[in-house]
């Protein structure tokens, strides 16, 4: 059977979290029921140890000896219990998952012998060298030596991403191979994303020691990039039965720029989450425009160029530099979009990864070369031209979607014009780029590796064989993909990190996530406190929220924007009295503010405050005659004092505009029936009732009657009039 991800998960899962929470003898328990009904025979000697050893220990202190080595005899059962448990995981995975019983039997003869496989890593770039020296003759030998080289280095990440819980042995050894100069980078980068995919899945101490080693050591900031987002991006939740994992963020919370890192690599990772509402927003607004504006017509025959209109030139001579213009303007947009992190390729490419080369895990993280056995084909079709090696030193993509492109090249370079063909072997063709400097950045290579993190776990077949670090956990107080919001992180940031990353998240409306980095990194700062009101503010918290804007405004009272969440809250607390108290207090601060002004307006409108209300609208009028919202607050305060006329003649100019809301059919419906005019009333409920979706408006019209009784009765209108009008109003529609 293929099973999802979440599923097989959470098989497990309890068990670990029983381990996790000390609970050894339930979690021995579930486990060897588990292991029982899923046939995990593999690992009942290894359960059965840890079961006698428990034994043993529990038949001792039932007998009231005491044992000075209890409690760490007992930390170390729980730690072989956490092995056991991820063990039999990985043995279920490899069972029921295609990729992993794929792997599994691909890299089951790289295990025998580590040493062997470290002597064959270092021989290829020997050979390589050598290569090199024998001319022609090496040439058609280079082939060769890549093809049997990818298939030995995709042997090994398949035994790498299959292996069980590692011993200190075992990850020392892979950790210098891993950091040796005696093999090529990109082996290097391939095992370290095979250490990454395996730890994601089953978390494991010494591969996230492993790969915590290698991002302080390796040379190489592409290596430190890859390592870094393996351990960053683990499921850190088991720090307390493996101390050392917390000495060791305890060590790199003194590095600052680890923690400049973290900061950015989690930034970086919202904007992948939101590669495809960038992709929207690229299809909507800018690649229409580039359609329009290019020189080529894409036909079902390939892509020939557009034939120049001759009256053009008389009609718009500038059209055509006009034409450039509005591409350079496109094109500037999209580069000002991937400047600031924005994965603009993902849409495009997206459709681009059926090729049978991402059917192998270990493809999806490769670095692009040229000499990949996959994309031979590619490279000789169009080994007389440059595009390969401009798409390896220019192209502005991750390496996923660089492979993408050379495949695809391969299916319609024959149908490209001739000059099209020759544009192939600039720069320019692939469109936006970046520049050689901001392209070493530790930024830019760690965003590139991401994207093809992200690409692997949208787009690969298998995918939900793997934990997805990008996607938020269905439970409504957790955020998976906030990895900075884990207790093991706590202390790891700088203040003015966790406030810069608390406004990233507070500007992309993650509002939850917000709420959880400030609560794992809090202090008494009233920024910190006040960005965490306004994190309560808005997940409807509000008693917490107006608590924290309180604490604020008391410690710090010239804090604007403390005293507007303050009242903001209370609005929302329907407490309108005192939120016109923080209102009035901003206006006197801030007379030209029109927002704060409308804002008290409301709140004196809701207190039946109408006089001091109207004083407020006819101003706000006065100042900005053409905004409908004045004129909304000022037609109701009109309507509820002796200006029903006036308030007519507001409304009957609102109704004339063009940004006319369903509630504006309503409200001028009342003015109309106060003031004698029934017909007319009947026709804006009539209007009103029809708009409100799933046929409810007849029954919502009533509740705003009632909701106005007192207005109404006030007015002259009784209850036989409102239940006249509904019946009016139903009848009327129902011969319209």
């Known amino acids: 059977m293929i099973i999802d991800f979440d599923m097989n998960y959470e098989i497990f899962n309890p068990v670990r979290q029983l381990v996790v ?29 840890i079961e006698n050893d428990y034994a043993l220990m529990l038949n001792y202190f039932g007998q009231g000896f005491e044992d000075p080595q209890r409690n760490q005899l007992f930390a170390k059962l729980l730690r072989k219990a956490w092995r056991c448990a991820n063990d039999a995981d990985l043995t279920f995975h490899i069972k029921n998952c ?23 890593l270092e021989n290829f770039t020997s050979d390589l060298a050598i290569n090199e020296l024998m001319g022609e003759a090496g040439v058609q030998q280079e082939a060769k030596i890549y093809e049997e080289h990818h298939e030995y280095i995709s042997s090994l990440f398949c035994m790498l991403l299959t292996e069980r819980q590692w011993n200190k042995d075992t990850s020392s050894f892979f950790t210098q191979l891993i950091l040796s100069a005696n093999i090529h980078i990109n082996d290097a980068l391939v095992l370290t994303s095979a250490i990454q995919l395996s730890l994601h899945n089953f978390f494991d101490p010494q591969k996230w020691l492993s790969l915590v ?29 493996f101390p050392e994992i917390k000495e060791k963020m305890k060590e790199m919370s003194f590095d600052e720029q680890t923690h400049k890192q973290l900061t950015e690599l989690q930034m970086q990772l919202y904007f992948c989450m939101d590669a495809e509402n960038d992709h929207e927003e690229i299809q909507r607004e800018i690649i229409p425009n580039l359609i329009k504006n290019n020189g080529f017509n894409i036909t079902p025959f390939g892509i020939t160029e557009k034939e120049e209109d001759p009256l053009q030139d008389i009609l718009n001579p500038h059209a055509g530099e006009e034409a450039m213009e509005e591409m350079e303007r496109n094109y500037q947009k999209m580069m000002e979009m991937q400047k600031a992190g924005s994965d603009i390729y993902f849409g495009g490419f997206a459709q681009m990864k059926r090729f049978a080369f991402f059917q192998t895990v270990s493809n999806w993280f490769s670095p692009f070369y040229i000499q990949h056995p996959d994309i031979r084909m590619s490279v000789e079709k169009m080994k007389d031209s440059k595009f390969m090696q401009v798409l390896f030193d220019h192209g502005p993509f991750c390496d996923s979607d660089k492979y993408s492109f050379a495949l695809a090249m391969k299916t319609v370079i024959d149908r490209l014009p001739d000059n099209l063909k020759e544009m192939l072997d600039s720069q ?81 409306k993650r509002y939850r996530a917000m709420q959880q980095l400030l609560a794992i990194h809090a202090n008494q700062s009233p920024q910190h406190i006040l960005l965490q009101a306004w994190a309560y503010y808005h997940n409807q918290e509000y008693d917490k929220a107006k608590e924290l804007f309180a604490n604020v405004i008391e410690n710090t009272p010239e804090l604007e924007n403390a005293r507007l969440g303050l009242a903001k809250t209370l609005i929302r607390m329907s407490n309108y009295s005192e939120a016109a108290k923080q209102y009035q207090f901003l206006v006197d601060a801030k007379p030209s503010s029109k927002s704060y002004r409308l804002n008290l307006t409301i709140c004196l409108i809701q207190e039946n405050r109408f006089e001091e209300a109207m004083k407020h609208a006819f101003q706000l009028k006065y100042e900005h005659p053409d905004d409908n919202n004045v004129r909304r607050v000022l037609a109701w305060c009109l309507m509820h004092t002796e200006k029903k006329e006036q308030a007519l003649q507001e409304y009957d100019e609102l109704m004339a505009t063009v940004d006319v809301v369903k509630d504006d059919y309503l409200n001028a419906g009342f003015c109309q029936w106060i003031t004698g005019h029934v017909a007319e009333s009947m026709d804006l409920f009539c209007t009103y009732a029809d708009i409100v979706p799933n046929n409810k408006g007849l029954s919502m019209l009533q509740d705003e009657f009632d909701k106005e009784i007192s207005f109404l009765s006030l007015n002259g209108i009784d209850e036989y009039q409102r239940v006249m009008m509904i019946d009016a109003v139903k009848g009327k529609r129902v011969k319209g």
């Not at 295609?98 to 064959?120: D, I, Q």
């Not at 290596?223 to 039965?241: E, H, K, P, S, T």
Request: charge should be positive.
């Open 98 to 120: 295609p990729t992993y019983g794929y792997a599994a039997t691909k890299g089951g003869k790289m295990r025998a012998n580590g040493e062997a496989a470290k002597h064959y």
């Open 21 to 49: 929470n000390k609970r050894l003898g339930d979690a021995l328990h579930m486990m060897r029921s588990l292991m029982a009904s899923n046939q995990l025979f593999s690992l009942s000697a290894e359960l059965e140890a």
């Open 428 to 508: 320019e063709a692939l469109g936006p780029t970046m520049s050689d400097e901001e392209k070493k950045t530790s930024a830019y290579i760690r965003r590139m590796y991401l994207q093809d993190i992200y690409r692997f776990h949208k787009l690969f077949s298998d995918k939900n064989a793997f934990r997805n670090p990008f996607s938020t956990e269905k439970d409504f107080n957790r955020t998976d993909e906030l990895f900075l919001g884990y207790e093991i992180f706590r202390g790891a940031l700088q203040d003015e990190e966790v406030l810069s990353l608390a406004k990233f998240l507070l500007k992309r």
């Open 213 to 241: 080693e290698i991002y302080q050591n390796a040379n190489d900031d592409r290596l430190r990039q890859r390592a870094l987002v393996g351990w960053a991006l683990a499921r850190m939740q088991v720090y307390d039965i």
